[in-house]
Each structure stands twice: as C-alpha cells, then as structure tokens.
C-alpha cells in the first residue's frame, strides 16, 4: 500500500497544495511537546479530503470517468469530490441533506457540481445516490472506505515527515478512519518508528471503543460539535487502526472548543472543531504527550464565521 | 540602505520565522491578479513588526542594551519589542494608553515586559515615555522612524522576491510607513523592476494626500477599523515613498471589512482590519491590478475574536 501513496504524490501534484508546516512557541509552551502542524485547513477546498477525492478521481480511466462520479455528503468530502472533478473536466453529483448549511451547498455549487437533496437520514442518502449513480452511470467516491482515497489522504503525512525528521508521534482525528490509516500506511509501512494515535471526541468514541474490545462498533447517536468526526470506522478502516494505531485519545468538548480557539488565537489560522480534536489531545498533559515531538494534521478550516462556538 | 537589509536577515534569522508564501484560486479569480500573499500574520507575536523590533534590539551594542528598551504602542510594536527584548535577554519599557484593549496589554506582560499607563493622547504617551527613558535609562526603540527598523521590516519583501520571481507589484498598507520603506528599498533599490504600491483607508489617507501634494500632511483625526493605520508618516519614511512608491491606492471601511472576511473564509487564516487594506485594493478591479503578478505582505492578525467586525 506505501507504493500506492507514492503514486498518489504523484498523481495530485499538479492539483494540490503542498501545505506548510507551522510550530508555535506558545502552543508548545503549553503543551510542554514540540509540536509542527500540516497545515491541511489550507488545502484547497480547506481541507486533507482535497488529497483523497482527487487520487481517486484522477485514478479512474477515461472510460470510468465518463459519466462523470458520485457521493453523498454535507462536509468537506462533497467539495473535495466537486473540485477534483471539475479539474478533471467530469461532471459530479453530490447527494446531499435539504437541511445542509447554505455556505457548504453554495462552495459545492461553486465547485460545478449538481446537487440532489434528500431527508437527512442515512438511508435516505444513500437510498438517493444508489438512484443518481443508476441514472447516470457516475462511479462513487466513497470518503473514506477505498484505498484510492486512503492512499490519497496519506500523502499529508508522507509530506510532513519529509519535510520534519525524527517525529515520536502523528495525530490525527478519526472520522471514517481514512486518515489516520493513509497517515499509518505513509509512516509505518515506510518504516518509520512513529507511533500514530488516533484523536476522538469522548462523545463520538467509537473508534475507541471498536480498538479497546477489538471489534467494530458503529458510532451511535454521536453528539459532538466535531461535525466530521460523526461517522462510523468501515471493515477497511478499522482492520489498519487494529494493525497499527497504538492509542486512541478521546477529549471533551470544552476541550475541543478551547483548543479551537487557542490555534485561532496563537497560530493566526482558522480551524474547525474536527481538526481541533488532536490538539485538545496535546494540550492536556495527562495524555502523556509531554516531551515528545509531535505532528499533528490539521484537517480542515471550513467553519460558519457568522456562528464561532465561543460567541 | 540595502546592505542595511542583508544584514538585517541574517541577524532576525534565529529568532524570526520564514513565513509561508500562500496562494488562493478564488481571490485570484475574484480580482483576476494572480496574487502571492506573504504571510506575516503567521509572524512571532502574529504581524511583521517583529522583523524591524527584533533588527534594532540586537543591533544594540551590549552598553546600550543594558539598561533595557522603550517604545510607546497599544498595538503590535509593543509586542514584537517586547519579545524582542526576551529574546535578547533585557528588560522591555511599554508605554499604553489605559484604554488598551485587555487582550494587547496581556500579551506584552505574556512576553515579560513592564507596562507603565497613561492617557490616551499621544502628547500623554511621548512624555510619560520620555519619563520612563530618563528613569531607566531605556533605548527607544520608535515603531517605523528608523533606518534600522525599516531594513528589518524590508526582510519580508526580500524573502518574498527570492520565493516568487517576476512579481510586477507589490502592494503593503501604509501606517508610519515603516514597512512600505523596506518593502521598497529591498526591491527597487535591489535592481527589481518591481512597483511599490502603498495602500490606505480613505479614512487615514494621510500618505495618500502628501503623495499628491509633495508635502507631508500629518493624519488628522484618523476614523478607520483598520487600527495599525492611523499613524501619521515621518520625514524620514515620507522621502523614501516620494523616491520609491509609485502610488497609493485607498478603500473604504466597507471594503477592508469585506476582504478581512473573505481572507478568512477562502484562505482559511486570520487577518486583522490594517491587513486586509491592500486586499481591498487588489479585489476592487478598478484600481487596474488585474491582469497582474502580485505580491501583497499580509501584516498581521491580531484581531479579539469576541468583537468580529461583521458580526
């Protein structure tokens, strides 16, 4: 699977943005690590997902391609699927609840794609793009259940270690667990001795939980601000966490939004509550990170600036 | 003046960021430019001003250093003198007026400095800063009325130019005009063919009127958000604008808000009010920047996120 990041670094080149590295005096003051943060919030579309939809979408054949590609989503999933279609020059069809916000239909709008709302259920989602790609013949992006978009997500990890040599440790949240398993394939299988851990919201733990008992166990009713950490691991997922996450950290939600506007504050730069999780993760000591070197991938920055959760 | 500069980036180089240079396909397509923006936002104590503060405080020889620094600021000078002086190991004087926002007067006592207040008039900051000097013994280290804080505020230019060749432009607020000088004498006076723009709120356009005029005309009653602008030009940085700076554009307040907004929702980092005055301009297509290369040094982000200006 190392091989198939290799190609993804490749393949997204012409398209991404190779993000920086930042560190912060006051941040590490705090959290007594030494920690460098990819920036991945100044990806295109603002968010990691960016690398994912584009490997895949840019993995397909002219043939697959033609008739264009497919997702349900209300995050950041849905943008990075529209733009790397639309660089692709392919049509894109997101699926996506009436009850979304405005700003995320108007950036997936903005990107091209047509949009098809549906109740927001996941059933109805995916009862609906089954009916779209049927229709259409497009090819679904999953957004995290694929090796294509697992190795594209891992490309983050892969830049950060180039660039910062010697981590003890990467971050990152866990969602569907795309991430944390490209940012495994990236370090690990490349023979690295970093250890990956797995950030949670204590109310959205299920990747936590599925690790502790060694079996999967879907998220339910998760009840977190970390809009994109609602989801459940896939089979996929959770058999590279078993393999090679060593911890999960799971932090509350006060947690979450302090540490969100920590960043805001000390760093200058916008991150939303999902990518907000790992640092909460680093700034309290009882989670043993003290001392170490860490990087941590910022995920995303997509964030509503009309309603910050501390107002 | 440019032998000033090289000197300058060797000596901040330990102590001063590399800030990154970040790019962002939608403001280029809402400008039609093709816009580099300089990041010193991401700067030690979060603007530029750490540049020029830190050049001066170890051009200091060990004698004048003893006894300490002084300056009077409510703003980013006073935090970046501040730091500065930490770094080097003296004690920092900071004259603020007591009507200082909570959040400044916190960060310069974070950075161990000793803060003495006064009214909020500038006759009331001169003195009490003339008092603070005579008793202590203090170098005042001025916010822009220096050849050796205008060579380091010319080191962002100078890395800029090295990153991105070719710019046809740059463009930088104009507040004391510290930075305008710099950003001019580290590239014109280094060969560049590149013109040096100065930007300011129509409602602080005091550079922009002694431009035209051919004579300083000090600010008078500066009433703009953009608080890092309201500071009136000296003799010194007035003679190098009328040799070097081609033009100055100024915006509205409606405008600086909206582009401090838009950095934030597209380009995922924060910028206060002073900094998204040449954004404004460059996002205006009448100023004729389209079509162009442009550089713009995005100087700080410094904003209390509890009072954001659109909301």
Chains 1, 2 share one sequence.
Not at 249 to 264: H, N, P, Q, Y
Request: hydrophobic share 40%.
């Amino acid at each position: 699977m190392k091989d198939d990041i290799d190609t993804a670094v490749q393949r997204i080149a012409p398209y991404a943005h190779r993000t920086p590295v930042l560190t912060c005096k006051a941040i590490n003051a705090m959290s007594e690590a030494n920690i460098y943060f990819k920036c991945e919030n100044l990806q295109k579309v603002g968010a990691f997902k960016f690398r994912g939809a584009c490997n895949t979408v840019f993995s397909l054949t002219d043939e697959e391609a033609s008739q264009g590609v497919g997702t349900h989503s209300s995050g950041n999933h849905a943008a990075a699927v529209a733009l790397a279609a639309k660089l692709r020059g392919i049509r894109a069809h997101v699926v996506m609840p009436e009850t979304a916000p405005e700003i995320k239909k108007k950036a997936v709008i903005g990107y091209g794609a047509e949009i098809t709302f549906c109740k927001p259920t996941l059933t109805s989602r995916e009862t609906m793009l089954a009916s779209v790609i049927q229709k259409t013949g497009a090819v679904e992006i999953h957004p995290f259940d694929d090796p294509r978009v697992i190795a594209g997500q891992g490309t983050a990890a892969l830049e950060l270690i180039e660039e910062i040599h010697d981590l003890d440790v990467i971050l990152t949240p866990i969602g569907g667990g795309g991430l944390i398993c490209g940012t495994a394939i990236a370090t690990i299988e490349n023979g690295n001795s970093i250890a990956v851990i797995g950030t949670e919201p204590k109310n959205a733990d299920d990747a936590y939980q599925s690790l502790m008992s060694g079996k999967l166990i879907p998220q339910t009713n998760p009840n977190t601000i970390a809009d994109g950490l609602r989801t459940s691991l896939s089979e996929l997922t959770f058999s590279i966490i078993l393999k090679h996450v060593s911890e999960i950290i799971t932090v509350s939600e006060k947690e979450i939004i302090g540490a969100m506007r920590t960043v805001w504050e000390r760093m200058k730069i916008i991150i939303e509550p999902s990518c907000a999780v790992p640092v909460a993760a680093v700034l309290n000591q009882e989670n043993g990170l003290s001392g170490k070197k860490v990087g941590i991938i910022l995920t995303g920055g997509n964030v509503d600036l009309d309603k910050l959760p501390w107002l």
